[in-house]
């Protein structure tokens, strides 16, 4: 694992004092959707699939930094659309940095020497740009649909890493996906010197165009598994070993909708990052009358029975990281022996 | 959902098995402008991106066509919804798009336009 010390610790006494004070569900990131524009438009991806006016809408920083308090995890990603195309994210990362927050600005990196020559960010322990990088230039350019698209996203990582920025990097697999060729990505990003990766399965949600090249549940584990198995003792990833274990097979864990808790300019998104099933208009609406027990693989909802994605399990796997010595331990062992 | 799926200039009739609520849930998940009828016949254009069906007084919202809003719209001021605008989902799927880049291949050796 390759999260520093000072945050696994902050994330550690706020998942502590959840438990002490008895709170049974509670959020672990904040995705924080100030816009849905983009200079890029991937295939399957319906995050920007909007008429024009939405598009050229966002969220005011004050209206991000409510949501922000309102919610009150110690970690708040930055997704979108393009977070370097909001004309405030300078300031709404000041702010975040400011509190405390670890912020996750995902990027696919095109704006980001841009930015970062402007001097619009500084390098703090509380920031880290995840830039969106698919596999290899071959597997990035053709699941970004434009080619170059790598070459752009390297160039911003070297220039973050050289300017001293934690830069870490995220992956959606998809249906076609080649182990071996993911086993050299891996090598590739370590030695581009990025902090840690983290990977995930695609969703093939209701409204996602795309539906045939998500990877249904036996076919994600028999991935990872390929993937994972034996892994280089130099691969670091920036998320939990209990997810990753999840994603090969290992655990049978259960979604955690509220873990990753969404807000964009519609409010605050049911049940979770993925689905859209309406939207509440505060924090607390959503999660007193979200029907969490319609959600997750067991509830038999269609929508999630293959479903694997990071934001509802990874808040799983690091519920079960801080709430049982078996899940600490296991977890302290895959760091030492650097096993999966 | 598949490429060729789409309901872009639908104009239903609410009635003869048709409900107001199934019209209103289509509205919702499309990805696109719609024009709410109201009863007294005025209209409104914009993206309808929420609903709340199970409260007292069911309503939706949306952001007009300038984007301004959220305008709340109750069900009992609703006649219709019409599906006017461009359906910004149809045809973008991966699928579409890897049948672009081998035609553009074809005929020129260029890759399609992402979102092609
Ligand atoms: S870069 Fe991200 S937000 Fe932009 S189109 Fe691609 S997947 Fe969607
Ligand atoms: S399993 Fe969880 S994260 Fe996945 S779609 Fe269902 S509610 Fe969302």
Redesign the pocket.
Known sequence: MSVPLSQMWAVAAYVLRQRLRGRRRYPLVLMLEPLFRCNLACAGCGKIQYPPQILRKHLSVEQCLRAVEECGAPMVSIPGGEPLMYPEIGPLVRELVARKKYVYLCTNAILLGEKLAAGLFEPSKYLSFSVHMDGLRAEHDEAVCREGVFEEAVAGIREALARGFRVTTNTTLFEGTNPLRMREFFDAMMDLGVEGMMISPG?S?SKAPDQEHFLRRQRAHELFSRMLSHPKRRWKFNQSTLFLQFLMGKHDFE?T?WGNPTYNMFGWQR?????QEGYASSFAELMATTRWEQ???RSG?D??RD?M?H???EPTAVHHTFASWRGLRGTVVATLTGRL | MPDETTLEGWTPEIGGGLTLEEVVERAFDYRGNVTVVRTDGAEVEGYLFNRCGDVAAPFVELFDGNGDGPLTIRYAEIRTIRFTGRDTAAGNSYAAWLRAREAAKKTSGAPPAAGA
């Open positions: 969703y949600y979604c909708p049940p979770c990052y993925l689905l959600y997750g693989q909802n929508k999630c479903c994605v934001c509802g399990y």
